[in-house]
């Protein structure tokens, strides 16, 4: 079993640990605890077990830290979305998808078999239709 290279000096461990405290994102916390965790000498089967990472995703974070100690396990996606339509088309989609069933929307077309619910694919079809916005992705 190869001996583990990944170990923090004391001043490494304070750094994670008052960077763990002073962040109110909870993903970034996660990140912090697991990496100084590991670099503390815990087993990946503790560090999984007390922060629910795999421990591929934990060597992600430990060679993301080794490279920029400061910025490494800062998260940097920008956050939100990308909005396609507007406060008042969205306004008008639930309320028209409130006063009509899939069937009444879409007849033959309604993807249930007896047109009461909607589906992602309902969806997307009626945004298209009434908006003239179409999703790249089911999951936008």
């Given at each position: 079993?190869?001996?583990r290279k990944f ?16 962040s109110k994102d ?14 503390e000498g815990y ?98």
């Amino acid at each position: 079993m190869a001996k583990r290279k990944f170990k923090l000096t004391e001043q490494e461990r304070n750094q994670l640990l008052q960077a763990y405290t002073l962040s109110k994102d909870a993903a970034t916390r996660t990140r912090y605890q697991a990496v100084r965790l590991y670099g503390e000498g815990y087993n990946e089967g503790e560090i999984e077990q007390i922060t629910g990472c795999s421990r591929a995703i934990l060597m992600e974070w430990c060679r993301a830290y080794l490279a920029d100690p400061a910025q490494g396990l800062v998260d940097k996606r920008a956050g939100g979305n990308s909005a396609k339509q507007n406060k008042t088309q969205v306004e008008e989609l639930y309320q028209k998808l409130h006063q009509y069933t899939p069937r009444e929307l879409f007849e033959p077309d309604a993807s249930t078999a007896d047109g009461q619910f909607r589906t992602l694919v309902d969806l997307a079809h009626v945004i298209q239709k009434w908006h003239g916005v179409e999703y790249r992705s089911r999951i936008s």
